[in-house]
C-alpha cells in the first residue's frame, strides 16, 4: 500500500471486492503509520498516567484539542532521570503505530524529556562533548584536596540557603577552620560571567587552600549559570583545588565534570573539604579512649601490687616469732625423721643378715650333684651317638633309593636335546633332530629318525 503525489490516500493493493479479516486490516494500518510517519517529537500533558507490574507505563498525551495513548517500555522507563506524574508538560520522542489486537492508534516512547528542557538539554550535551574533547574533564588535570586545609573558600550568594548549610556542616565538623565568601549571584542572565570572576580572584588572592563553588537545588534553568563555559574554564584555570556542590544529588552540571571533586550537596561538599579534620577528631578520640583504658589498667595493676605488699607487711616480732615456731617445727620433724631412718636401716640390715644366711651355698650337696651327672655323662653321650648313627645310616638308605644313577644300572637312560634340557615328551623331538643318551656308564649321540606316541 503506497501513496501517491495525486491522491494523498494509499493505493490500496486490494480489490474492490475483496474481503479481509480484522487482524490483516489492522497489520496493514500499522505498516502504512510505521512506514510513512518518522520518529518525531510530541509535546504534551501527562493524563492516565498507569504504571504495570511487569515495569512498562502506559498515559496518555493530550493538549487543548486532542490526546494520544502513549507506551513507555520497561527498558526504556528505567533509564529517566525523574518520576513521571500526572499533569507534567513533556515532550517525547516516539514511533507512531498501532496496537493490532484492540486497533488502537498510539505512539511507543523511545525517549522523554521535560517540555521547554530539550534544547537546553542539547546545548550542554553540545558543551560537555566540546570541553571533554578539549581534555577539560581528564583525570590527569585533577588536583589533590588537602587533607588538613588552612582555610576554605566558598563562592555562593549570600542569600543562598546553601552557604548556610555550609556553614553549619564546617562548623559542626571543623569549627576552627575559616572560611572566606566570595559573594556572587547564582542565578540569572549573565551571572556566568560572575561566578567566573569570583572564581579567578579566589585564585588570584590565594588566601584559601581549597574552594567550593555551591548552589543549592532547582530547576535546570536555575542552575544553568554552571552549564556556562565561562564557569567551566574557569574552574579548570584556578590553581586552587575545587569541589562543586551544586544542587541536589540527582542534578549534574559541567561544573561537576570540570571540578577536581564533585560532592552531591553543598553540604556534602563542606563534609568532603573537612573529612581530614573530622577523621583525626575521630582517631584522636579513639586514641584517648585507649588512653584511658591503658591508664586504668595501670591503675589497677598499681593498687592490686598495693594491696599484696600492704597484705606482707607485718610487725618484725610477729615475724621472729612464727620464725621461731617454724624452726621447732623443722626441729621436731628432722629429729623424728632421723629416727625413723636408724630404725628402717636397723630392719634393712637384719632382713639382709637373713637372705645371706638362706643364700649361702651347700657345698657338700652340689658335689654330691655333680658326681651323679658325671656318671651319668658317658652312658647319654654313647646313646646319643648310636641314635645319630641309626638315623644317618636310614637316610643313606634313602638317598641310594632316591639317586638318578640306581635307575640307570638298571636299564634305564636319560634323553637329553641340543640345549640338555631332559626330553620327557616326544612332542619334544622332531625327526632329523640330534640327541645325546646319557647311561649308567658314558653317553651315546643319536639322531631322531622317527616319532610316535607308543
Known sequence: MTFTRENPRPASPLGDDEVISVSVLNRMARTVLEGHFPLCWVAGEISNLTRAASGHVYFSLKDEGAQVRCTLFRNRAQLLPFRLTEGMQVEVRALVTLYEPRGDFQLNVEALRRAGVGALYEAFLRLREKLEREGLFAPGHKKPL?????????????QAAALQDILAA??????????IIYPTPVQGEGVAQQIAAAIGA?????????????RGGGSIEDLWCFNEEAVARAIHACAIPVVSGVGHESDTTI??????????????????????????????????QSLRRAWRRQLEARMQRVDLAARRLIHPGERLARLRAHLEHLHARLKGSAGRRFE???????????????????????????ETLACRLPAAARTALGNKRTALAGLGVNLAHLNPHAVLQRGYSIVRDATGAIVRDRRQLQPGQSIRVDFARGWARADVTDCGDT
Do not use: K, N
Open 146 to 158: 588537602p587533607r588538613f586545609p588552612r582555610c576554605v573558600g566558598v563562592v555562593t550568594s549570600l
Open 170 to 179: 564546617m562548623a559542626r565538623r571543623a569549627p576552627c577552620l575559616p572560611v
Open 202 to 214: 579566589a585564585a588570584a588572592r590565594g588566601e584559601c587552600d581549597v574552594l567550593i563553588v555551591a
Open 255 to 288: 561544573a561537576d565534570f570540570v571540578a577536581d571533586r564533585r560532592a552531591a550537596t553543598p553540604t556534602a561538599a563542606a563534609e568532603l573539604v573537612t573529612a581530614g579534620y573530622c577523621e583525626e577528631a575521630q582517631r584522636l578520640g579513639a586514641l584517648g
Open 344 to 370: 628402717q636401716a636397723r630392719t634393712a640390715a637384719a632382713q639382709a643378715g637373713l637372705r645371706l644366711r638362706h643364700a649361702r651355698p651347700h657345698i657338700a650337696r652340689h658335689r654330691e650333684r655333680l
